[in-house]
């Protein structure tokens, strides 16, 4: 990289051949970005904080497993970061082993704890015997068989990894397409420093933290409602504990338009009044593409016009 | 009165000695006010809109009757006007004859229907063969009989008027305190043309008519959950009907609050996207002087700070 | 009529040729039934709580003025009564004299209020000049003008009636057609003392008035709740003054269904735990004939598949 | 074990010193119980829908974590189970080494994911250097310490355990307290075949799994509303991804009370109907002995006098 060009720096949870990357490669491929492999998600995610990255990529929901833990908690507390853009990886798995493994004699599994509860029920079904072996990542699982000498156990028999990861490590697939569920998806985001917001372009998503007031029903009623009357739609709602006692939560709230657009600005301000905390984590483009709900009333040119007609209530003129 | 200037013309319901006329008189004293008598609400009202009068003063609701249809409708529709000031008059009648007249021999007794209503019970408890007699207010009924030359029967033996009626015609008070209700009161209001909002005070109501956009259960509930995202609170709730099909109904409404507040300006806002007509009636203070309800989050300085946020994060900043 | 069988007495608002009457004629020909003329809404009802008469016919709401206060009044307290069915009249009036009057000259018109109320834009442009002599039905001002003699003023020029008292008194018609809102129509309601409730028939509604537990906004929500909760739409709400004190209200409720219907019932229930007072009216055909509203889930197969999953539940087994 | 009786038989998350066997420890004594260990939460439970077990202690909720994915989705599905009673285990980890570890030395800490995220900011602070080995459990990665000949390396310096972990395996604490949250708590769940349920005591949850109709924020109020209207509160809400598509959900919901109390048979009679699926996991006395919250006309007593009100009047009596 010659002159005042840099490459920006994406750091995401790997080694090579995870999902993660998989999805930094539909953002990024590696002769456009600088590719920074972490450990985990909160190492990538600190990463952008401290400055060493310029964004992370980081799974945030999975259509089998539900929203991932640490990149909720990680963005809903510290130093503020933002979502940027969001890409859907399949997930689709193969078994690996070294060249000669028989399927048959698979009884150990290294992989990460979300792919094996996502091939729990295939294992039951075609291998009832096989047992996990936690890795930290799936890929560190083939990496760490592709580095084990020919006649050292590594511990395990087999790995359940991403088609990526056997391939770059030059394993030899035992079984592919080993899902529960043949549909399942991750969402992957695109996570950065606070700044402009990408622009709005009529098939967005908000992403939000809130905590109730109080923990009964009435308050999440209460809470619903500050959408509803702004007519936003809610895409994800996941309740998530909020730490000091059983019973208290935080809601992680993905709802549908940019904050550019009245109705969603509106329903902020609603919720900043009501709610004891709210974070704005972004308004960005939806990965799907698909248009953003929007009942009458709502749009725009609705939310001025009523605001012009109050003014001009205010002004001491009746215009109806 | 010298010079150029001119007291203001009141229009209201006469002829003298009417419960209007007592309102008027708190309002603006014989000497501050030119009084114009009208032979009805409509007219008080129409007075206002052709430019002959500067004020009306109207009853809008009685505790025992309800809302005033002919005042709530008058000003639900036509050229715009506005409420400036409320009253309450306690409604106490007499029971008032000519010179001579025993309770005993009253059979026959003339006011206005209002007013029979609000004292059926003690007609049948102390005069049961008492019969109605319409007259088309209070004070015409005892004009009627103080200009009826003592040789003439008027068509009626005795009046059902305000006390300050049967002093003014000089009839004999046959019985006093004739009131089904002792509590009862009648809310009068000042109507002006549109022009400066009365300043807020903390103690003030906002009238509005509001048309659902359909007639259903959940369109009601969705009308009264823009007043609640904001927490303003209702001190009045009136459905009429629209006149073009049985089951279709406008609603009058009295809100807490004044529009130059904040929650209730929002919530025309909201009105006025959802539903397919919001009329503006005033903003005044309250009669009873009772300060504004407001749950938390709901004081101006709430919403300027939620909207200094939402703006700071569209400039791309994060404070939370 | 011989033997045994007497013909059923129904009061109603006389003299002969109201629209009450009218309505009673839809009911039950006079050959099929006694017809009880009585002064006023409350004398019929009473008539019915008395025993004098078997049912009462009485106007409960009119597409133009709203709900009958008396008649709402009536019903809401002392011994109960329930609705038992529904009939429309269309309501036209027309302007009736003694033979040799002339349109020109009529400029003192009596009426029934309502009357006057429904056709005051009529007169404002075809007879500006015309001032209205109050009367306590349209077909008492028809018949005082026809009992008149014809040398005598009877306190009035002409009369605004319905046809058929035009036709039963032998008034010259001035002119017909005379309304502000050619749509406009009355329902009236059969009522009697409680027992069998008419049979369900997929159009029916059910009457009921409901004290609200506060003066709030939230009680009304919450009272809109309980309907919404089973599915149950209402077709009506209108608010009436509980009279005690201002601001407090009482709802008179006209919901789609039949109390037979497990979703109304089970409304009922609701209301009936929160509400410091609900009073049941009946559940009787609609008159328009239209089928009932009911949302997916609320058919009584549906409360009674669920009530009996509870039971299996409670009684230790788990079938889901 | 002689005679007729045979120990009830506990299947729970082994290997012995998890936190599992702690709460199990707190139901039943190792002399009042059959201890048997299993390798993770679903076997567990599954050991109970096979009959090997009578029951299975599982933990169902941390305070620093939330719900427990597997527990919630193998309850959620499949042949039905229901919890019987709930206890709670305070968080509170050591890290323990074989004698003669020092704390500087340690750079690999090996224990179950759960554990390790709830420590992250300890280590952080306090051994920045230190990695995650990950195990299926705390109790398996002490075992594994212990179990490994001393001039082997089992892959890690020390492991982060359960004070009781630490004692029966005979290590060397490091560090005790090791916590990011020292009110942390986990609250674990008896769970066994539906049969009779447990006796209401006043203070008690009932748990659900609910499917909404649609993944509209509408869908969720309506839902919430089935509560509201029968005042039943909510104590814990979470969403869970249906698994077929991204953004349909599932809610794990525990409610306030028993089913034998009859608002939260309401409440349920109202989900079954409005709901595509709703499944009963059981009523049990709360681990807290709070009492249950009730608004006024939400006890048996409100319910039952509605009901017969209700029935009265489809008898055609009008008792109010």
Redesign the interface.
């Known amino acids: 990289m010659a002159g005042s060009t840099r490459l920006p720096r994406y750091a995401y949870l790997g080694p090579a051949g995870t999902f993660t990357e998989a999805a930094l490669r539909q953002i990024a491929g590696p002769d456009e970005a600088q590719y920074l492999p972490m450990?985990?998600v909160?190492s990538s995610l600190e990463a952008v904080r401290s400055g060493r990255a310029d964004f992370a990529v980081v799974p945030i929901?999975?259509?089998?497993?539900?929203g991932v833990?640490?990149t909720l908690d990680t963005l809903a507390t510290g130093q503020?970061l933002?979502l940027l853009r969001e890409v859907?990886v399949p997930v689709t798995f193969v078994l690996a082993g070294r060249a000669g493994t028989e399927l048959a004699d698979v009884t150990r599994v290294s992989t990460h704890?979300h792919a094996w509860?996502q091939c729990?029920r295939w294992f039951n079904a075609n291998l009832p015997a096989a047992?996990?072996v936690?890795?930290?990542s799936t890929a560190a699982a083939a990496a760490l068989l592709a580095e084990t000498p020919p006649d050292h156990d590594p511990?395990f028999d087999a790995v359940l990894v991403a088609p990526l990861s056997a391939e770059l490590y030059a394993l030899e697939v035992l079984a592919d397409h080993v899902a529960d569920?043949e549909?399942?998806?991750t969402?992957f985001v695109v996570v950065g420093l606070?700044?402009?917001?990408p622009a709005p372009t009529g098939s967005d998503k908000t992403s939000l933290v809130v905590h109730l007031p109080s923990?009964?029903?009435?308050a999440?009623?209460e809470m619903?409602?500050?959408?509803?009357?702004?007519?936003?739609?809610?895409?994800?709602?996941?309740?998530?504990?909020l730490?000091?006692?059983?019973?208290r939560?935080s809601f992680s709230i993905d709802a549908e338009g940019h904050?550019?657009e009245e109705r969603v600005?509106?329903a902020?301000?609603?919720l900043?009044?009501?709610c004891p905390?709210?974070?704005?984590l972004g308004s960005y483009p939806r990965a799907d593409g698909a248009a953003t709900n929007a009942s009458?009333?709502?749009a725009d040119a609705?939310?001025e016009?009523?605001?012009r007609?109050?003014e001009s209530?205010?002004a001491?003129?009746?215009p109806?």
């Open positions: 450990v985990d909160v929901e999975n259509s089998v497993e539900g833990t640490a503020p933002v859907l704890p509860a729990r047992m996990h936690p890795a930290t511990g569920n549909t399942a998806v969402r606070p700044g402009e917001l923990n009964e029903a009435g999440l009623l619903l409602e500050q959408f509803a009357a702004r007519g936003v739609n809610l895409s994800r709602i996941e309740s998530r504990p730490g000091d006692l059983l019973g939560y904050l550019a600005a509106e902020l301000i609603g900043h009044r009501v905390h709210v974070r704005f009458p009333g709502t609705d939310f016009g009523a605001r007609w109050v209530l205010r001491g003129s009746t109806t």
